[in-house]
């Protein structure tokens, strides 16, 4: 006589695993089209080669080494630093030079309200009025045109008496005055 | 003409036998077309689990191999060709479903009476068999895309949970967990469609 185990009961979560587990077998081992193979390998045939090299005349065999190409590099960090550096040597000094000064606040006797920036002007008293003197128009004449006269003796024996004449008139007057006193 | 003029005439323009074309190794022609006979099925039913139409299955392992020529000079690196195409795959078929919207369930039912075997059951059998999956399947469809993807990756025999890891790029501890979820997410669904049934 053989015993029969009682079959377990299983969980709705083992029954659900098994009823998705079963549903995407079915998807997993469906069948494969007729003729897929030849269709694709058909259609890879069909694509293009377009990779194209071009073969330089100047073959160079050093640019294939790696020290050339480390040398390359290290040329191409240097021209972009040295860019870099460039430009920044020409704009930082112009920011420095269009820099606004601070304007200096003049000092204020004691610690009251401040002027709050503004500048002080000092009161002056009225002074005598300079006349205002016409200046002559500037002489446009060219030393050729005009040649510079010559000092005759004439002339100085002129002046010489108008200057004369000049301080007798004053000591005069100056006489007038003191008897009109 | 100096030989040095020469060399620099021939330096700034590049002559017509010069251009040529880079003979298309033959090996990495043979190496895609062997992957295709290999590989072709297998990526075939991992589109299809996704998309459920065989058309559509069959153009995202065509273009999943226009891929693979693009990159056939990469081949030589690539360490387990499988988990590779099945990874390229996979993408392929995932941009696809974002571009296309949600499938109704009368198509999942149509597909699942043609991927049913037909022996032994009669068409009324088959008919409701159809039904059954088609539903379970828009369960799956409702699970969060982490756990679902895992879900459908898992119903490969042939993939270990360290090669589901491989083609979704999580850690093979990120594979069980979510599995875990899924099957507890799973039933969750399940219960609730036979209680409201």
Known sequence: ?181 | MSAGQAVFSNWMEIAEEQVRAVECAPSEDAAVAALVTEYSGTLYRVAYSVLRSPADAEDAVQEAFLRVLRHRDQLAEVRDNRVWLIRIVWNVVLDRKRRVKARPETDDVTEMERVLPARGLSAEQLASAAEHHARVLACVERLPAKEREVLQLSAFEELSSVEIAAVLGISESSVRSRLFRARNLMAELLNHKRSLR
């Open chain 1, 1 to 181: 006589m053989i015993l029969k185990m009682p079959e377990r009961v299983k969980t709705p979560e083992e029954i659900a695993e098994e009823t998705t587990r079963e549903t995407l077998r079915l998807l997993a081992e469906a069948p494969v089209p007729v003729g897929m193979e030849t269709r694709l390998l058909a259609k890879l045939r069909e694509q293009p080669q377009p990779r194209r090299v071009l073969r330089w005349p100047l073959r160079v065999q050093l640019a294939e080494s790696a020290g050339m190409r480390a040398a390359a590099a290290a040329l191409l960090v240097a021209l972009l630093a040295g860019g870099g550096w460039g430009i920044a040597a020409l704009t930082w000094p112009a920011q420095q030079a269009g820099a606004s000064r601070e304007s200096v606040r003049p000092a204020l006797g004691g610690e009251g309200f401040s002027t709050a920036g503004a500048m002080r002007t000092p009161q002056t008293l009225k002074g005598p009025a300079v006349p205002m003197t016409v200046a002559a128009p500037p002489v446009t004449t060219t030393l050729a045109a005009v040649p510079e006269a010559a000092p005759t003796k004439k002339a100085a024996k002129k002046a010489v008496a108008s200057a004369k004449s000049n301080a007798q008139g004053k000591t005069v007057d100056k006489k007038v005055d003191e008897t009109e006193r």
